[in-house]
């Protein structure tokens, strides 16, 4: 994949019909999805639970994007391969799901996958400054992770701008996570966010029958979001 900063919009498929998700996952792609975007809990790291790698291996052939997941489990390191196998093209791992994120990320990188590192709300940008030459994303939690439909913690708006000017001319993606919205997107944008995660404000209204609401929802985080940047 080409690296570019334009706007990515990656529709977590946490607010996906559970009991629909490969017409949910061709239906976000339609309707213009550039990733889509899977997250794994743990009930431990997190305090709620979703998909182990079978389920993400019955996903991957329905995904003709980018299949991005985003790893909220720990201890991270036993599973990287399994995650792999399964059909990721991007694995992330927060700082705080093993004791040594630098190995973490080196196990990423030698399964041939891409590698992001991601900071909850109260995780430091310094955490992650000597890791950057391993990474090709960063994710920027602006909730705390286990849930959807939260409301956006605003101190990430600060941490985003702060982020891309750490990564200066390097060809690494950030990516924001939790209460991305048409008013929240231009913030993010604005300041250097260039991959999208959107959970409710992407499936609100829509149904694999209503499928034109998900473009409806996409375009418009979009347009907010390439207006601010
Ligand atoms: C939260 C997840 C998010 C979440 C986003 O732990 O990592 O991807 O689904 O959902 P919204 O967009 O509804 O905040
Ligand atoms: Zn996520």
């Known amino acids: 994949m080409s690296f570019d900063r334009s706007i990515k919009i990656a529709p977590s498929i946490l607010s996906a019909d559970f009991a629909n998700f490969g017409q949910e996952i061709q239906a976000i792609e339609a309707q213009g999805a550039d990733w889509v975007h899977v997250d794994v809990m743990d009930g431990h790291f997190v305090p709620n639970l979703t998909f182990g790698p079978p389920a993400v291996k019955a996903f991957r052939p329905h995904v003709k994007t980018f299949m991005d997941v985003h790893l ?24 705080e799901s093993g004791p040594h994120i630098h190995r973490t990320l080196q196990a990423i990188k030698a399964t041939g996958k891409m590698a992001g590192v991601s900071l909850n709300p ?32 605003h101190s990430g708006v600060e941490k985003t701008r702060r982020c891309r000017e750490m990564i200066g001319d390097r060809p690494i993606h950030i990516q924001i996570d939790g209460g991305v919205t048409t008013e929240t997107a231009p913030l993010v944008a604005a300041a250097g966010a260039d991959v999208l995660v959107a959970g409710s404000a992407v ?7 209503k499928p034109e609401v998900y473009g409806e929802n996409i375009r418009a985080i979009r347009a907010a979001a390439e207006a601010a940047q």
Do not use: W
Not at 203 to 209: E, I, L, N, Q
């Open 203 to 209: 499936f609100k209204g829509g149904a694999v029958d």
């Open 122 to 153: 109260g995780t430091p940008l310094e955490s992650i400054e000597h890791v950057m030459d391993l990474v090709d994303m960063v994710l920027i939690m602006t909730v705390n992770p286990g849930f959807g439909g939260q409301k956006f913690i």
């Open 72 to 95: 909220m489990i720990a201890p991270v390191d036993p599973y990287i391969e399994a995650y792999a196998e399964a059909g990721a093209d991007m694995i992330t791992a927060h700082v």
